[in-house]
């Protein structure tokens, strides 16, 4: 796959394409339906299937106090986009100049001229250009005077409500990261560098990795079950602690995480943490024997829920993830 960092960084006559537009932050179960039906859209015309994303996320420029945290890294979702079957991206970077860039120049210069578009897809919400004056009825208008056939994807919804990143982000906010699972279509990930820790969960028998997370999102505060990977190791289950650690009078949030059935050295290396379900709030504990037995049980759950997951079983709705 090719990854075109702005516009400007086309070749001539990259075209022609069927082109999707988007943000895509999470490459959820809602993006894949609009990317996927972009490839197979492309490959029957025989023509370039291309992604236009954004980086940053324009909020960040137009309201920094109001910009969400990403659901992913943009490596993260170019590899996504890339496992779909994409072929080209365009990352835009999303500043002030582009920002006032208005949804006709918008269409005309870069979407149809330099990447030559037969066709675009875009989600039920779309609206792009200055002011986000873009929108549906705009793109149906070009589509109307044979500029483009547009495709507006289906919604795709889980438990009654519509994916969406920003409902994404809400549920692993509040720990929900099972319905956060079902509507990304796998777990949601933290990664990260491991960092040296005061090796208290080893005296208790139960050590821990702690976590710095490359992004500012995490779960809300509890206890999960979860699979991690460490880089030159095999995924395991993983009982992670998000938040402080009241027992020890531990304020600032962190996120620990217990790898099953490991006790090696881990500092400097490179982790990433799929959260499978939540298993319990924080608790505060009086007795060290008491938070031993907790951790001990949680440690049995997390087994038994990675169980589930690597036999399919995770789902208890019976919901496809």
Known sequence: MRVFRGFGALPQGVGPSAVAIG??????????????????????????????????????????????????????????????????VVVVPFNRVFAALGAAEFLEEMVCGRLGARE?????????????????????????????RLVVANDVASGGHRIASSGIRRLVLQGQVMEALRCLGRPFEVRGEVVRGASRGRRMGFPTANLLPD??????????????EVEGLDSRPAAVHVGPVPTFGIREPVVEAHLLDFDGDLPGRRMRLRFLDRIR?????????????????????????????????????GETV
Do not use: K
């Open 215 to 228: 992004l500012s999102l995490v779960p809300g505060e509890g206890i999960y079950a979860a699979e991690g």
């Open 120 to 148: 675009v897809w875009v989600g039920s919400d779309a609206r792009f250009g200055r002011g986000r004056e873009g929108d549906l009825s705009m793109l149906r208008r070009w589509e109307e005077e044979g500029r483009f």
């Open 281 to 317: 709030p924080i608790e505060r504990f009086d007795r060290i024997e008491a938070l031993r037995d907790r951790i001990a049980e949680d440690v049995r759950i997390t087994r038994e829920v990675h169980r589930r997951w690597v036999a399919g079983l995770l789902d208890s709705n």
């Open 23 to 88: 943000n895509f932050d999470g490459v959820h179960r809602g993006h894949r339906a609009v990317l996927s039906g972009l490839v197979r859209s492309a490959s029957v015309q025989g023509v370039l299937p291309v992604a236009v994303t954004f980086h940053p996320h324009p909020l960040r420029i137009l309201a920094p106090e109001r910009a969400p945290p990403l659901i992913q890294a943009l490596e993260d979702r170019l590899e996504a986009m890339e496992r779909i079957g994409v072929r080209a």
